[in-house]
C-alpha cells in the first residue's frame, strides 16, 4: 500500500488523531480504499486538518449520524464546504420541508416512473454498445458509461436524448475540477443556461404537467406556493450533478472488476439471475461518496466533543468495508446475500435515484454481457487511474475478440 496520508505527530482533537489526508487527488485504483480501510481499522473517527472536517469511518456510527438530522444537518453535504454559496434541492433542505420536495420529485424517480422508461434503457444501452461492439475494444467510461445513463436520465425528465454529449461534458468538467476554477464556471453557467431556457419554453408553451417533468415543476407548489425559478434551477442542477456521474462510475467499477475476475464473469453470463445481488455488491464495494453533514449544535458523539458549525465526512468506502458490518467485508461476493450497505445514504435523505440507479445498472449489466460477454482489461491495472472526491474512474480500456458473443 502507497500511504497518502500523514499523522501530525502527537497532535490530537478531543482526544482524536489528527490527519491530513487529500482526498481531491488522482491515484492508481484501489489506492484509495487501501488507505482509508487502514485509517478505519486505526481510528473509527478522526479530524482532517487537509479541510478542517470530522471523518466517521465505522458503519454503525455512520448510520447513527444518518438518523439524526437534527443534529448532522444537510445544510451542507461537501465536507470541505461548509457554508456553501449554492442551495443543492433537495440535498440541502432539512426535514420537514424536504418531504414536500421528495414527494414533487418522486413523481418522476419512484418506482412506477423508473419502470416506465426501461424499454427506453434498454435501446440506449445497445445504441451505446451498438457504437462500439465492432472495434473490438473501447474506453467504457466515455464510450458507454457516460453516454447510456445521460440518454436515459434525460429521458427520465422529458428532454431529447440528442443534448447528452453537452450533460457529459458538463458533468465531467466540474467533477475534473470539483467545482472550481474556470473551466469549472463556464461549464456551470452553460448548463445553468440551458435550464433558464428550458423554464422560460415551458412558461410558453404550457405542456402538459403529468407528461412533462419541467411543467411538472412549475406546476407543483411547497408550503402552498409555486417555486420559484430559482428553486427549480438548483433542482436541476441537483439532478444533473448528483445522477450522471455516479451512475456512469458504478457501472465502470463493476466492468472493471469483472474484466479482472474470469469466474465471476461466467457467472454473470450464464447466471443472469445473479444480477440482482451482484448489482448489490458492486454497490457496497465500490462506494463513489465522501459524504458530508453540518453539525447544528455542540454535540458530544462517541466521546468527541463536536462544535456547531463543524463539518463531519462520512466516509463510505471505508464504511462499506467495515468487517464489524460485512462478513469477508474486502472480498467482492455476487452472490452475497446480506448487504444491508450505506452506498445510497440513510435516513430521511436516502439517495432520490435508488431505484433509476438499480435499473441502469442491471439494463447496462444484462445488455453488455448479452453482447459482448468475454473482454478483458486491456492495459495493467496500476494504469487505471481513479479520481479523488466522488471517486470515479478516469478511464477503463476494454478488448475483446470480434465475433465473441457479438
Aim: glycine share 6%.
Amino acid at each position: 500500500m502507497i500511504e497518502h496520508y500523514e499523522v501530525a505527530g502527537a497532535a490530537s482533537r478531543s482526544g482524536c488523531p489528527v490527519i491530513h489526508l487529500d482526498t481531491v487527488v488522482d491515484r492508481p485504483v484501489g489506492e484509495w480504499m487501501a488507505d482509508l480501510n487502514a485509517l478505519r481499522e486505526a481510528h473509527p473517527i478522526y479530524w482532517n486538518e487537509h479541510g478542517n472536517y470530522w471523518v466517521v469511518t465505522r458503519a454503525q456510527l455512520t448510520r447513527e449520524i444518518f438518523q439524526n438530522p437534527v443534529v448532522f444537518t444537510n445544510d451542507s453535504i461537501s465536507p470541505g464546504d461548509p457554508d456553501p454559496s449554492y442551495k443543492w434541492i433537495p440535498s440541502n433542505i432539512n426535514p420537514p420541508l424536504h418531504v414536500q420536495y421528495r414527494q414533487i420529485l418522486n413523481h418522476a424517480f419512484g418506482p412506477a416512473s423508473v419502470a416506465r422508461i426501461e424499454p427506453k434503457a434498454r435501446s440506449y444501452c445497445r445504441m451505446a454498445i451498438d457504437e462500439i461492439v465492432d472495434k473490438g475494444h473501447c474506453d467504457y467510461v466515455a464510450e458507454v458509461g457516460g453516454a447510456f445513463p445521460t440518454r436515459v436520465f434525460l429521458e427520465l425528465i422529458d428532454l431529447p436524448w440528442q443534448d447528452a454529449p453537452l450533460f457529459v461534458s458538463w458533468t465531467e468538467t466540474l467533477f475534473n475540477a470539483f467545482f472550481s476554477g474556470p473551466e469549472a464556471a463556464v461549464a456551470f453557467d452553460e448548463s445553468r443556461q440551458y435550464f433558464v431556457d428550458l423554464i422560460a419554453d415551458r412558461r410558453r408553451s404550457k405542456l402538459d404537467h403529468d407528461r412533462d417533468f419541467t411543467s411538472h415543476l412549475l406546476a407543483s407548489t411547497v408550503n402552498g406556493a409555486p417555486m420559484p425559478d430559482e428553486d427549480i434551477l438548483n433542482i436541476f442542477n441537483q439532478l444533473m450533478l448528483a445522477g450522471l456521474d455516479t451512475v456512469k462510475s458504478a457501472l465502470s467499477y463493476s466492468l472493471l472488476y469483472l474484466a479482472t475476475h474470469d469466474a465471476d464473469r461466467y457467472r454473470i453470463v450464464h447466471e443472469p439471475s445473479l444480477i440482482p445481488s451482484a448489482i448489490e455488491e458492486f454497490l457496497r464495494a465500490y462506494p463513489l461518496v465522501l459524504e458530508g453533514r453540518k453539525l447544528s449544535q455542540d454535540f458530544e458523539f462517541h466521546g468527541v466533543q463536536m462544535r456547531q458549525g463543524e463539518m463531519v465526512m462520512l466516509a463510505l468506502p471505508a464504511v462499506m468495508h467495515d468487517p464489524d458490518q460485512f462478513d469477508r467485508a474486502d472480498e467482492v461476493l455476487i452472490d452475497r446475500q446480506k448487504n444491508n450497505h450505506l452506498s445510497f445514504g440513510g435516513g430521511a435523505h436516502r439517495c432520490l435515484g435508488s431505484h433509476l440507479a438499480r435499473m441502469e445498472m442491471a439494463v447496462g449489466l444484462e445488455e453488455w454481457h448479452q453482447r459482448i460477454p468475454d473482454y478483458r482489461l486491456a492495459c495493467p491495472i496500476g494504469e487505471v487511474i481513479e479520481r479523488g472526491g466522488q471517486l470515479s474512474l478516469r478511464s477503463l480500456p476494454l478488448e475483446w475478440d470480434l465475433g465473441a458473443g457479438s
